[in-house]
């Protein structure tokens, strides 16, 4: 594309960046995209907006606002990376504070924040610099593995605190999961992560007892989980339309699932697909995200940095988890989270911190800059 000699901004960018990361995102932002307008966006864009199209057409924007947000950080200098972290993390703890003071409630959860003209959910944002946050502590050369592990606490448990109080407890878990994966990759005993984990979840399920009535949401869902009262109406559908799509799916336009439960655009993206495309089609997706996955993890191979591969697992975990989380909900494997599928499902939110984290991420694996 270009060529050795040439020593333009463009020309230097791209022989620096990892293409691979950027194709596989790419895809799998193309792809969330032409879903929505075929299929996933279309009925409850009518019912809530009286416009077939309004959905896609802000989905649009989010993606190509993320796609920007994604090429800005991969222009970025990664020898300034952790200042950028900081930055990053302070600013959306802020925002994720003003939830607690200003933020919107919807369905009981107060989760999103009103921002000029625009709705954000300060999480999906801040989970990427989380990361670098806390492969920043464990990667500190100035003190040892159990001092370390103790300063990365700190920032994962002010954020727990703060999900906790919208509350949203799939955040949370997802949090706690990524940081006990970098935790255990930097060093620490497995028995000291159990322990550790133990007490944190322990800790969860106390405040989810003590205060009940605020959490009575998440009793109904895992009760609906394990089978103490029918499978929930969504979970129902969603897995009736993945068999009646078998695997060649029943036609564009042809799935049910949309017209029958609010959130198939979102929370159950996968089974409209799977309803309308097949489960070929699902299985596609499933690969591109394990392949984008699997990429990133690969690239600690490139340097000796602890913060750049640690930083590096943390993404990669970040979106493999969140996939398979949305997956699981999807075939009645795990309780209703509201966790979205990265690149796929609607939410301007999980769209641009997906691409933050992508951004970030080839940032970290960018060749010397000459």
């Given at each position: 594309m270009f060529k050795r000699n040439d020593t333009g901004i463009l020309a230097i960018w791209w022989r620096s960046v990892d293409k691979t990361i950027i194709f596989l995102g790419l895809s799998l932002l193309i792809s969330g995209n032409i879903f929505n307008f075929l299929s996933t966006s279309t009925i409850p864009s009518e019912k809530l907006y009286d416009?077939?199209?309004?959905?896609?057409?802000?989905h649009i924007f989010f993606s190509v606002s993320g796609l920007?947000?994604?090429?800005?950080?991969?222009?970025?200098?990664?020898?300034?990376?952790?200042l950028y972290a900081i930055t990053g993390f302070i600013f959306f703890s802020i925002l994720l504070i003003l939830v607690y003071f200003f933020g919107i409630s919807v369905k009981g959860s107060k989760r999103w924040l009103n921002l000029f003209f625009f709705r954000i959910q300060p999480v999906e944002f801040i989970k990427p610099f989380l990361i670098l946050i806390v492969a920043l502590a464990l990667a500190s050369k100035k003190n040892n593995i159990n001092t370390r592990f103790f300063l990365s606490s700190p920032f994962v448990i002010f954020i727990v605190i703060l999900?906790?109080?919208?509350?949203?407890y799939s955040q949370s878990l997802l949090v706690i999961t990524i940081w006990m994966i970098m935790v255990f990759v930097s060093g620490i005993s497995l028995l000291s992560i159990t322990v550790i984990s133990g007490s944190l979840i322990s800790l969860m399920l106390g405040v989810l007892f003590f205060f009940k009535d605020k959490f009575f949401y998440i009793f109904d869902r895992i009760s609906s989980w394990i089978g103490k009262v029918e499978v929930s109406y969504q979970s129902e559908q969603a897995l009736n339309a993945i068999k009646s799509g078998s695997f060649f799916g029943r036609g564009i336009g042809e799935g049910i699932l949309k017209e029958k439960v609010p959130e198939a655009h979102t929370d159950y993206v996968m089974?409209?697909?799977?309803e309308e495309y097949g489960i070929i089609f699902v299985l596609i997706i499933i690969s591109l995200t394990i392949l984008l996955s699997l990429r990133i993890f690969s690239l600690i191979n490139n340097t000796d940095n602890d913060f750049f591969k640690l930083s590096l697992i943390g993404i990669s975990s970040l979106l493999v988890i969140q996939s398979f989380i949305n997956l699981g909900v999807t075939i009645n494997i795990l309780p209703s989270t509201g966790m979205p599928f990265p690149f796929i499902s609607y939410g301007g939110s999980s769209i641009m911190g997906s691409c933050i984290a992508l951004g970030l991420a080839v940032l970290l694996s960018k060749k010397e800059q000459t």
């Open positions: 416009s077939k199209y309004f959905l896609f057409y802000k920007v947000i994604l090429i800005f950080l991969s222009f970025l200098n990664n020898k300034k990376i952790k999900l906790l109080l919208q509350p949203d089974s409209v697909i799977a």
